[in-house]
């Protein structure tokens, strides 16, 4: 069979469009869009590239392939989440309720080009009438004449997080025409840039050239050029330094530790996500190395949650793990036994105390809570000295001293530090130094963002219910 599908992608046109896998009844398992049909759809024929399991599967129920052509990439953005919604195809995850997706706009038209939010439905209304105003063009440009567009994104807060980033490091105006020229008649900027989140183009605060240099950026950072991005940062910082305009170039150099900083977090959580296929893999705990970390999440001292998550080096015991890359390569996270805490006894602001809370209370559950509750090899906690030596006590207590190992990583404000802390990294001797910084620092993460997620939640109900 996939003999059979391998010759229907080669016979599919290098034209944008929409793609349908189908199985042997004729149901639609899954639907996907492409710049080159051809090349996309052949793609999952190479075995060089793995998609993962769930896709894998899907392959090979499926017995034929359709397609449908589109005049641009942004049509076919349009018709995949039509088709989606439509068949509800079993192995696709975003775009199956009736929601409409968000974008990112860009109005290249203008002098000083502002970003702003657009809904499906304006992208379609849009794509409509500039079809009907060019009626002697077959094609529509995927930037719709001077509108380039980024996305999908499957919610507007999504988008609104992703413009805040953004913001920080590239002022932008998302003002209309109208506000644009009010202000520029007062002759000063709006509240945006009070808050410097606006370099106030309106009110002479930036010139033309500039500004497009900095929308000419996002544009790469938002197309995922950001090596490119960081090039030019670069360049422009050491230009500005050698000829001693020092104020610009401090500027930069913030704007390039923001950015190393959010590639940083965007290599973790794609190595994350890529990783988590823990079904794929079954721990032994002769040659493995199971490791727990914790973290605390809380707003001066309310909704105060504590987060347990699981990661594995695989042959960790028996084969020396000497890189970073090595250690990343043999490690998954196993979200069977992650685990949420709500804190009960802690009052006021000390996480210290509210991660002796949750150490008391899982390392309880070790002689009661079966296999799932086993300890690791390795305790990692997101902190420094002081939550590590009550995690010390909290073991010494609990009579485990020799039953597992306990260490801790500090972050600093920033999260780019990693600093190891404690001696019990020693019981592990195969993990190096380095392969545990960036096991931790995997870890720490993901412990993180486990953590937060919970809070919101917690804090989202208790909202609701007052």
């Given at each position: 069979m996939t003999s059979a599908l391998r010759q229907q992608a080669a016979a599919l046109p290098f034209?944008?469009?929409?793609?349908?896998?189908?199985?042997?009844?004729?149901?639609?398992?899954?639907?996907?869009?492409?710049?080159?049909?051809?090349?996309?759809?052949?793609?999952?024929?190479?075995?060089?590239?793995?998609?993962?399991?769930?896709i894998d599967r899907m392959v090979s129920e499926a017995v034929s392939i359709d397609h449908q052509i589109a005049g641009s990439e942004i049509e076919a953005l349009l018709l995949e989440a039509r088709l989606i919604r439509q068949y509800k195809p079993r192995y696709n995850i975003r775009l199956r309720d009736d929601k409409s997706f968000s974008l990112i706009r860009i109005d290249l038209s203008e002098p000083f080009p502002p970003i702003y939010i657009s809904r499906e439905k304006e992208l379609e209304e849009l794509l409509v009438r500039r079809k009907r105003e060019r009626t002697t063009v077959s094609k529509v440009s995927q930037k719709i004449d001077n509108q380039e567009f980024f996305g999908p994104y499957l919610s507007a807060g999504s988008v609104k997080l992703a413009l805040k980033t953004i913001r920080k490091i590239w002022p932008f105006?998302?003002?209309?025409?109208?506000?644009?020229?009010?202000?520029?008649?007062?002759?000063?900027?709006?509240?945006?840039?009070?808050?410097?989140l606006c370099d106030a183009p309106c009110a002479a605060g930036i010139g033309a050239e500039e500004y497009r240099k900095n929308i000419d950026q996002i544009r790469m950072f938002l197309r995922g050029d950001r090596q490119q991005v960081l090039q030019l940062v670069q360049a422009e910082m050491e230009r500005c330094a050698a000829e001693e305009r020092f104020e610009q170039a401090a500027k930069l150099r913030d704007r390039l530790q923001s950015l190393l900083h959010i590639q940083d977090v965007a290599?973790?959580?794609?190595?994350?996500?890529?990783?988590?296929?823990?079904?794929?893999?079954?721990?032994?705990?002769?040659?493995?190395?199971?490791?727990?970390?914790?973290?605390?999440?809380?707003?001066?001292?309310?909704?105060?949650?504590?987060?347990?998550?699981?990661?594995?080096?695989?042959?960790?015991?028996?084969?020396?793990?000497?890189?970073?890359?090595?250690?990343?390569?043999?490690?998954?996270?196993?979200?069977?036994?992650?685990?949420?805490y709500r804190i009960k006894t802690v009052e006021g602001i000390s996480d210290v105390d509210m991660l002796k809370e949750v150490l008391t209370r899982r390392l309880k559950r070790v002689t009661t809570g079966g296999e799932h509750w086993a300890l690791p090899d390795l305790i990692l906690l997101d902190g420094g000295k002081g939550q590590l030596h009550a995690a010390l006590e909290t073991r010494s207590a609990a009579k485990l001293e020799a039953a597992v190992a306990m260490a801790a990583v500090a972050k600093g404000p920033t999260r780019r530090r990693v600093d190891l802390c404690g001696n019990d990294f020693d019981r592990l001797p195969l993990?190096?130094?380095?392969?545990?910084?960036?096991?931790?620092?995997?870890?720490?993460?993901?412990?993180?963002?486990?953590?937060?997620?919970?809070?919101?939640?917690?804090?989202?109900?208790?909202?609701?219910?007052s």
């Open positions: 034209l944008p469009g929409v793609y349908l896998f189908k199985n042997e009844a004729g149901q639609v398992l899954y639907v996907g869009k492409a710049v080159r049909l051809r090349e996309r759809v052949r793609s999952y024929f190479a075995k060089e590239i793995g998609r993962g399991p769930g105006r998302d003002c209309s025409q109208g506000k644009y020229d009010t202000y520029a008649k007062l002759g000063h900027g709006c509240l945006f840039a009070t808050l410097k290599e973790t959580r794609r190595f994350i996500g890529s990783q988590q296929r823990s079904d794929v893999y079954r721990y032994d705990p002769e040659t493995d190395i199971r490791v727990e970390c914790y973290d605390i999440s809380n707003i001066q001292g309310a909704y105060a949650v504590g987060s347990q998550i699981t990661g594995v080096i695989r042959q960790g015991k028996v084969e020396a793990a000497k890189s970073g890359e090595e250690a990343r390569r043999r490690f998954y996270l196993d979200k069977s036994r992650y685990r949420k993990v190096s130094p380095e392969a545990w910084k960036t096991v931790a620092e995997l870890l720490r993460e993901e412990a993180h963002r486990f953590a937060i997620s919970y809070y919101r939640r917690v804090h989202r109900r208790s909202a609701l219910e």
